[in-house]
């Protein structure tokens, strides 16, 4: 028992009182995923182009997308995170090489100059039944996310990426804003059709309802946890509250402030939250209360005091969610050119651009940015790269379409079709994940099952840590374990999906 014991303090202390690493090196890694799936676009165009069909065997595709989708972020954030800059710029080589030869040899424009083929590519017309990009987005927060919060208890991932104590930006700070932000842009306010009629109280009782598996999941694993004695960093969220919690709580909270506050005045109430939270910091004694406890000791008396972290950091990412409601609206606007598109990562670019200046005004004359709190520059910061991590998934889909534009009949699983014309009303996401187009990928495969997957990669990463020594394991023992659970992850939803089996009846 003593053995134990002393084990679970080594590992709460590995995982403890860090500090997160620069927002310039988080910003050179944010493209990893994106440029991942464009590699992959470009790579099955290649295997198209080659044998004159698609990449059609299951078992086939499903080891190219692990391949080129999990295990470069895994190596990236272990051991070759020393290196992240020449890696990015390995991928980037590499991805303009593929569609140099790609142009060389399309099918479509053979004889056309280059300026005549971006004009046409500036024209085209894209199927808007749903933003492919969305989709990616959220898929890749949830693997990279089950990588992180496994990759964290080794001693290969950089304790510089992991999450900070107090005030500091981690990679894994990020991953738990991104999640918010993912589950806002895509909510049942944004994607009411225009005309529909709804009373105040509907969307309220639905995600009443639909909240609940959230808090099943963060009892579960408060019982669990406690009854395992499984090691915990109290000051992430407190003694009793979770990330599931949270969730439950933000989602609830919004559809009461939507209720108010129309979907395209979203952003309103998401400054008047973040800065009035600030304020209420800086004014009174809660940020003593939340860092310190009542008592200036970190005492952990009474339900708010053990759980203050989590139930004030409520206010942060409910200001978080309501912004991201706005991107939702803005992205449901009519467009369907790709010059309209190129357009929307403009807008992006810019907004960015203000947020970023905001964050260094705040953070110079306001607070660091701090997850424990959930502060003003922590929810800037949040939407600041959320947009940027989307812009690039953007990008990286419209690059694509001009691949499609080159090459006659390439299919490139998630990502946007080409059209002549379109009626179809746009959407972010299918709403009935039946109706998602059946391409058999690890993208879609994810999709269908998300709050599954999220869930099987923590029971994973509890099973793992109470078998493994993992902060003594070497570089070798590490990947091999690290790529078993993503790959038993992944190849679980792959499954689901061949079954056409979706775990979601709420």
Known sequence: MRNMLQQQKVKRDFISNLNGTTLLEISIGLPLAPLCLLARGLLLTLYFLHFKKPLRSRRGLFLFDFTVLVVPPVLSCTVLSPILSWVMVSIVAFCAGLVSIIYRRRTNYAQVPLKQILGEFSRTRLETAYIPSVTAFRVFVNVLTSISILAVDFPQYPRRYAKTETYGTGVMDFGVGSFVFGNAVVCPEVRLKPGTVRSKTFYLA????????????????????????????????????????TLAAVRTAASLLLALFLPHRAWVAAVALAVAYESLLETLPLKAFILHGSDGEDSRDG?????????????????????????????????????????????????VFLLFVCLHITQTYV????????????????????????????????????????????????????????????????????????????????????LLYFLLANLLTGLVNMAVDTIHSNALSAMFILHLYMFTNCLIMSLLQAKNIILKWW
């Open 303 to 351: 339900f708010l005091n053990a759980n203050r972290e989590g139930i004030f950091s409520v206010i942060g990412y409910l200001a978080i969610y309501m912004a991201s409601v706005q991107v939702g609206v803005y992205l449901l606007e009519a467009r369907s050119t790709v010059r309209e598109w190129f357009r929307v990562i403009r807008s992006f670019l810019v907004a």
């Open 206 to 245: 639905k995600q009443l309802f639909s909240v609940w598996p959230l808090l099943v999941l963060g009892f579960g694993r408060l019982v669990s946890v406690k009854a395992v004695d499984y090691y915990e960093h109290v000051s992430e969220y407190g003694v009793h509250w979770n990330f599931f919690f």
């Open 367 to 450: 607070d660091a940015v701090s997850r424990r709190m959930a502060n003003l520059p922590f929810c800037i910061w949040m939407v600041a790269h959320g947009l940027s991590l989307f812009s690039c998934f953007l990008a990286a889909d419209l690059l694509l379409v001009f691949v499609k534009l080159l090459v006659e009949g390439v299919h490139i699983p998630c990502s946007w079709n080409l059209v002549q014309a379109t009626s179809k009303k746009q959407d972010l996401e299918p709403r009935d994940p039946k109706t998602i187009p059946q391409s058999e990928c690890m993208i879609s495969a994810v999709n269908k099952n998300q």
